[in-house]
């Protein structure tokens, strides 16, 4: 799968998202960014940090997706801002962050058939 590419399609979705980016399991975003025009919210190490809890955390559902099946996606919800992770193969994981405003649900059923083609 083209990461880059996705990530560009995904920013195209809604002018809500923020943010669309591939991490790898060291917590560093390989593909991806930040909409031109909005404005960090975490510094660079606080992203990383914020993105190896998330990795972790999804290591924790896959320990239990025998009973529950795998993941899809989490969304969380925040003062100010919305974020959205999917897992994807070799252990990346799609980042996505939008306005609190946003319309998180068509947002993530139109991420989700990008990803699942």
């Not at 990795?55 to 925040?78: D, I, V």
């Not at 980042?95 to 993530?108: C, G, R, S």
Request: charged letters at 30%.
């Amino acid at each position: 799968m083209d990461y880059a590419k996705l990530c560009r399609e995904i920013s195209d979705l809604d002018p809500k998202i923020r943010f669309a980016g591939v991490c790898d399991d060291t917590g560093e975003i390989k593909y991806g960014g930040q909409r031109d025009g909005v404005n960090n919210i975490l510094s660079s190490e606080e992203t990383k940090k914020s993105n190896l809890q998330a990795m972790a955390r999804w290591g924790l559902r896959n320990s239990l997706s025998p009973k529950t099946g795998r993941g899809r996606y989490a969304m969380a919800e925040y003062e100010k801002i919305k974020r959205i992770t999917i897992p994807l193969r070799n252990d990346h994981l799609l980042l996505v962050t939008t306005e609190v405003e946003a319309n998180h649900t068509t947002i993530i059923e139109n991420i989700l058939k990008l990803v699942n083609g």
